[in-house]
Nanobody, 128 residues
Framework: QVQLAESGGGSVQAGGSLRVSCVVS????????MAWFRRAPGGEREAIAA????????FYADSMKGRTTISRDDQQKSITLEMNNLKPEDTAMYYC?????????????????????WGQGTQVTVSS
């Protein structure tokens, strides 16, 4: 059973930075795709970034491009999303997602429907 647990959300003023992390437990093959999504109140889940195992690269959606960095620590079985220059419209619940056995290069990682495993989310609130 694969489980994802996010942490690190919180409140910050506009222009500030936050880091959210996601720890993976259970079996995780080296070929996998891990991603971050967010959902604002009343909105749909929106892709932010994804990272493949096996050093196959990182991918960013336009939603926060240039203001985020995704990274992974395979020893700690975790991924992290660093967010800078945050804006009030970035206020949302941030979710970690995983799909095992396939690279992000092959997967339509920007589509929430393709991910099998999800965390419970961590709230990020940006005030003006």
């Amino acid at each position: 059973q694969v489980q994802l647990a996010e942490s690190g959300g919180g409140s910050v003023q506009a222009g500030g930075s936050l880091r959210v992390s996601c720890v993976v437990s259970g079996y995780t093959p080296s070929s996998n795709c891990m991603a971050w999504f967010r959902r604002a109140p009343g909105g749909e889940r929106e892709a932010i970034a994804a990272i493949s195992g096996d050093f196959e690269g990182t991918f960013y959606a336009d939603s926060m491009k240039g203001r985020t960095t995704i990274s992974r620590d395979d020893q700690q079985k975790s991924i992290t999303l660093e967010m800078n220059n945050l804006k009030p419209e970035d206020t949302a619940m941030y979710y970690c997602a995983a799909h095992l056995g396939i690279s992000c290069r092959i997967l339509a990682w920007y589509d929430a429907k393709v991910f099998l495993y999800w965390g419970q989310g961590t709230q990020v609130t940006v005030s003006s």
